[in-house]
């Protein structure tokens, strides 16, 4: 058959697509700005006929129809894989619940230990070969794909077609269902401003970056922050590996600061499983040779990320203890995010030749009852998730400073976090850590 007869044959309208959703389902559904949006309409007009369809993906970006308009729970429940704002709140009502991930491994899970009946997932327009690309998000869907009965496309005249890598693209003869979803626009993710505490922490670590090193940024105030301090510098010939590709890497490359010529993969291209930013991160990546797209397992990997040299991981955390453990993902027993590849990279920057690996933080936070807390705690909050082990952090970063502690005896790590804890929380500290008898006497 024809690819185009082909085409034609599978197009149908979003409610016919999602007919093919049945109760008990698992349905592989969003990631990022790869939001099908149509299809989320349909499967919310289907609620009456469906019960306990559970619905996965992550870092979603904009409001899911079918469970705000299920509020019982009756129909569909969400399973995140890392929550971003939107899903916190649904936690916090019990309409969502988290499924806990070493972000490298998700391709496996969607192979070996997933169900997964249903992939309705966003794409761009299929080329003259029948392929339709992932656009902004790459991460586990060709394995997701593989293992699913149905799959269903919503087509984004939109969405940026990007350059492999490899599982970057699936083949109509894979589709069941194709729905034309027009120009939908992409859900954008603004960077939040930097504050002075941010830009502090980032001039810390900008400090340890050297010409040629390849860069890992989360999202965030910080990561926003480096990355226009990176831009504005006089580093030369930077490379771009990450899980994430954000509006800063842009800015980096207008600065002319990224070649990747000195990367040992990927030599002069970005490598990266998913994108998340403005309009002007989807613009640049649109066609783009220097985008090099790739399933998370690739990206992520420690065993891969570690064969480039200088690799440079920056991540953020909510509280770390006198031992060296760091909590990225809750507030005590409440989700915050996920674990996502935080572990990846910690691990892959340390075992990169020349490599670091920085967990930065702001020394306090206030709640809401405008009490100011140390973020370096004597003993985690009651509750809190290990995102990296004590045996695993290497330097540690707040606006006070930043300290290696690989190697570190206990009362030598108690010393040096309490050095870059805020002033006014410091002898509470000392006094903590003799009670836990990891203070030394000098």
Same mark, same amino acid.
């Given at each position: 058959?024809?690819?185009?007869?082909?085409?034609?044959?599978?197009?149908?309208?979003?409610?016919?697509?999602?007919?093919?959703?049945?109760?008990?389902?698992?349905?592989?559904?969003?990631?990022?700005?790869?939001?099908?949006?149509?299809?989320?309409?349909?499967?919310?007009?289907?609620?009456?006929?469906?019960?306990?369809?559970?619905?996965?993906?992550?870092?979603?970006?904009?409001?899911?129809?079918?469970?705000?308009?299920?509020?019982?729970?009756?129909?569909?429940?969400?399973?995140?894989?890392?929550?971003?704002?939107?899903?916190?709140?649904?936690?916090?009502?019990?309409?969502?619940?988290?499924?806990?991930?070493?972000?490298?491994?998700?391709?496996?899970?969607?192979?070996?230990?997933?169900?997964?009946?249903?992939?309705?997932?966003?794409?761009?327009?299929?080329?003259?070969?029948?392929?339709?690309?992932?656009?902004?998000?790459?991460?586990?869907?060709?394995?997701?794909?593989?293992?699913?009965?149905?799959?269903?496309?919503?087509?984004?005249?939109?969405?940026?077609?990007?350059?492999?890598?490899?599982?970057?693209?699936?083949?109509?003869?894979?589709?069941?269902?194709?729905?034309?979803?027009?120009?939908?626009?992409?859900?954008?993710?603004?960077?939040?401003?930097?504050?002075?505490?941010?830009?502090?922490?980032?001039?810390?670590?900008?400090?340890? !970056?050297?010409?040629?090193?390849?860069?890992?940024?989360?999202?965030?105030?910080?990561?926003?922050?480096?990355?226009?301090? !990176?831009?504005?510098?006089?580093?030369?010939?930077?490379?771009?590996?990450?899980?994430?590709?954000?509006?800063?890497?842009?800015?980096?490359?207008?600065?002319?600061?990224?070649?990747?010529?000195?990367?040992?993969?990927?030599?002069?291209?970005?490598?990266?499983?998913?994108?998340?930013?403005?309009?002007?991160?989807?613009?640049?990546?649109?066609?783009?040779?220097?985008?090099?797209?790739?399933?998370?397992?690739?990206?992520?990997?420690?065993?891969?990320?570690?064969?480039?040299?200088?690799?440079?991981?920056?991540?953020?955390?909510?509280?770390?203890?006198?031992?060296?453990?760091?909590?990225?993902?809750?507030?005590?027993?409440?989700?915050?995010?996920?674990?996502?590849?935080?572990?990846?990279?910690?691990?892959?920057?340390?075992?990169?030749?020349?490599?670091?690996?920085?967990?930065?933080?702001?020394?306090?936070?206030?709640?809401?009852?405008?009490?100011?807390?140390?973020?370096?705690?004597?003993?985690?909050?009651?509750?809190?998730? !290990?995102?990296?082990?004590?045996?695993?952090?290497?330097?540690?970063?707040?606006?006070?400073?930043?300290?290696?502690?690989?190697?570190?005896?206990?009362?030598?790590?108690?010393?040096?976090?309490?050095?870059?804890?805020?002033?006014?929380?410091?002898?509470?500290?000392?006094?903590?850590?003799?009670?836990?008898?990891?203070?030394?006497?000098?």
């Amino acid at each position: 058959m024809k690819i185009m007869d082909e085409y034609r044959k599978k197009c149908v309208s979003a409610d016919e697509a999602v007919k093919a959703i049945k109760s008990g389902d698992w349905v592989e559904f969003a990631w990022g700005a790869s939001f099908p949006g149509l299809l989320g309409e349909a499967i919310d007009r289907r609620k009456e006929e469906l019960h306990d369809v559970n619905m996965r993906g992550g870092v979603i970006l904009k409001p899911l129809p079918f469970i705000e308009n299920d509020p019982a729970g009756e129909h569909f429940t969400w399973n995140s894989m890392h929550m971003g704002g939107y899903e916190r709140k649904l936690a916090q009502k019990g309409f969502a619940y988290y499924i806990p991930i070493k972000y490298s491994e998700v391709p496996r899970y969607m192979r070996e230990n997933c169900r997964t009946d249903v992939v309705a997932i966003q794409v761009a327009p299929m080329d003259a070969y029948g392929y339709f690309n992932f656009g902004v998000t790459i991460s586990h869907y060709a394995a997701a794909i593989e293992k699913a009965h149905t799959v269903i496309v919503e087509v984004n005249e939109d969405m940026p077609k990007v350059h492999g890598g490899y599982e970057h693209t699936v083949h109509i003869s894979k589709v069941d269902y194709i729905v034309e979803g027009g120009h939908r626009g992409l859900p954008v993710l603004p960077s939040a401003a930097p504050s002075e505490i941010d830009k502090k922490i980032a001039d810390h670590v900008l400090s340890e !970056i050297r010409d040629g090193s390849c860069i890992q940024l989360g999202i965030g105030g910080m990561p926003n922050a480096l990355g226009k301090m !990176i831009a504005e510098s006089d580093l030369k010939d930077l490379g771009v590996h990450t899980e994430m590709l954000v509006d800063g890497f842009v800015d980096m490359v207008e600065a002319g600061r990224v070649t990747g010529m000195c990367k040992n993969l990927d030599r002069g291209r970005m490598a990266y499983s998913f994108a998340a930013g403005t309009q002007k991160l989807y613009d640049f990546m649109q066609d783009n040779p220097a985008v090099a797209a790739y399933p998370v397992d690739y990206t992520n990997h420690p065993f891969i990320s570690s064969k480039i040299d200088q690799l440079i991981s920056i991540n953020s955390a909510v509280e770390i203890d006198l031992a060296g453990q760091v909590c990225s993902e809750s507030a005590g027993p409440n989700i915050i995010s996920g674990s996502g590849g935080q572990l990846d990279f910690v691990e892959g920057a340390y075992n990169s030749k020349g490599g670091k690996s920085f967990i930065c933080l702001p020394s306090t936070f206030t709640d809401k009852a405008g009490k100011v807390h140390s973020r370096i705690k004597a003993m985690m909050t009651l509750g809190s998730v !290990i995102t990296d082990t004590r045996a695993g952090v290497q330097f540690v970063v707040t606006e006070y400073g930043k300290v290696n502690l690989k190697g570190m005896s206990s009362w030598q790590r108690a010393e040096a976090l309490i050095s870059i804890a805020h002033p006014d929380f410091q002898e509470a500290l000392i006094a903590e850590a003799k009670e836990l008898k990891i203070w030394r006497r000098k």
